[in-house]
């Protein structure tokens, strides 16, 4: 065929629509070999995707993908659910059934709750749905339920300390001069909060890393002794505190001659933070995906190198809540510290010598006297405190962990910036 004649030859050529049919387009050879399409050709749209460059995205930005959103039936489904359940339920209980408490009220309207919104959800979606659903709201039911039982006991400690935490001199000063008949205006619980930290710091110094080298060979070592150091660690969790400080007040205090002091408290309460400081940082450990430590070992780390440079930097997060869980358990503490240490109403800011105050044995010494007003102040005002002490700690705790395991901090960001203002 001559060139003319291949000049004048039409193909034709099935296009998609995107409507669906099919067209008939007529291409020339010419136009398939410029690559040019004809006039009458019909062309796709491009598809543009949410997070690329034509949608107005940074390109090879993360876009999140939103998995759960809260829509207005659902809103009102669980409003309906209960409101309707709290006036059947005050029918019930009520003005028919022969029951009375606040308790058993809230409870019933609970189970009647969920039982009105299961059959309101499943008037709507179908049985997969309504089961996510359902579980969806019991499991945020927990989480309200747990946030209440805090509030309220922040709440009841601040109401009924609020005569003693109002006064300055609650948190300034002593209680070396409260007695009986003391007022409120005088005396305070410094002298317990200063020894509280200090037992308590003596307690993490001599549990934590004990505890998360004990879970770095449950995780990373192993062998045959991981099975009888795991059963060890599961019988000191159900230890009883007293018997802690009963330990530390035979092989300390009276074997070895060591003082009654805050420091053999905090070895005491050591005891107690070790099995929780080993079982939560192992869970934490074993969360780190093994890719990285291959990766680790790929490139010629060491088997040292890749724990202190890869492994407690991915779960750094997770161990820092792990410590925080501890130290809120050992902080609390009373008998090993009554047995191990003792009570003192004056300053001792020394842990290796003479008796020291803590929070909890200061609420203990008050509360037993429940004729008096001021110490029953004083009581719930240091239980504030107590709690104030541990939210301090944990967000102080948060921000040395920083974030998620991988998520950069601050200072990481800020010298990511200035090595790329540099280069």
Known sequence: MTTAGRASARRRADVAVPGGGVADAAVTD????????????????PVVRPGSAEHGAVPGADVPLQIRRVTAEDALTIIGAAVGSLGLNWVLYERVLPFSGALGFWVCWYIEFVLLYLAAAGLQWNRRVVTDKTLAVLVSAGG???SAVVADQLGYSFVKGLPAI???NFWTTTGASVAALTPLTKGGVLNAAVGSLEVLAVASVASVPLGITAALFLTEVGGRLARPVRMIVNAM?????????LLIYSLAIVTLGLPASGFAAGLAISIIMLPTVIRASEVVLRVVPGTLREASFALGASQWRTVWNVILPTARSGLTTAVVLA???????????LIADGFS????????????????????????DEGRAGFIARAFGASLALMLMVLVLFTIARLVGGGRPGELSRRQIRKLRREEADS
């Open 30 to 45: 010419n136009a398939v070999i410029d690559n040019a399409p004809p006039d009458n050709a019909v062309t796709e749209r």
């Open 144 to 146: 309200i339920f747990a």
């Open 166 to 168: 109002a006064h300055a």
């Open 237 to 245: 969790t159900a230890l009883p505190s007293v018997v802690a400080g």
């Open 327 to 337: 130290m809120a358990l050992g902080v609390g503490e009373t008998a090993p510290v």
């Open 345 to 368: 109403n004056f300053m001792n800011a020394d842990p290796f010598h003479g008796w020291q105050a803590t929070l909890p044995t200061l609420i203990f010494t008050y509360i037993e």
